[in-house]
Nanobody, 127 residues
Framework: QVQLVESGGGLVQPGGSLRLSCAAS????????IGWFRQAPGKEREGISC????????DYADSVKGRFTIVRDNAKNTVYLQMNSMKPEDTAVYYC????????????????????WGQGTLVTVSS
């Protein structure tokens, strides 16, 4: 069974950092591009970052570019999202996901494109 499991969410102060993990089971993560989506209260789910399977090249939404970094650890079959300089507007439930394609297409994509979702992890940025 193909599954994605996120962890690492929590409460962080503005300007702080947090690292999210996305672990895969039932498939090898580096076979597909893996993305991160987030959904803030009352807003639509948006794709904010992606890492391709072929060369590990990342892609970011403008809202997180320069602050968030996506990396993949093939040995651990895990993708990480390092979030720095966090802002209150980063508060959301974060989901990792894949559309089972090799190239990154998930930044700015409609959630309907996703084939596999994780269960989500809540991130709250507040003082």
């Amino acid at each position: 069974q193909v599954q994605l499991v996120e962890s690492g969410g929590g409460l962080v102060q503005p300007g702080g950092s947090l690292r999210l993990s996305c672990a895969a089971s039932g498939f090898t993560l580096d076979h597909y591009a893996i993305g991160w989506f987030r959904q803030a209260p009352g807003k639509e789910r948006e794709g904010i970052s992606c890492i391709s399977s072929s060369d590990g090249s990342p892609d970011y939404a403008d809202s997180v570019k320069g602050r968030f970094t996506i990396v993949r650890d093939n040995a651990k079959n895990t993708v990480y999202l390092q979030m720095n300089s966090m802002k209150p507007e980063d508060t959301a439930v974060y989901y990792c996901a894949t559309d089972l394609l090799q190239q990154c297409t998930l930044v700015g994509a409609l959630p309907q494109r996703v084939e596999v979702w994780g269960q989500g992890t809540l991130v709250t940025v507040s003082s």
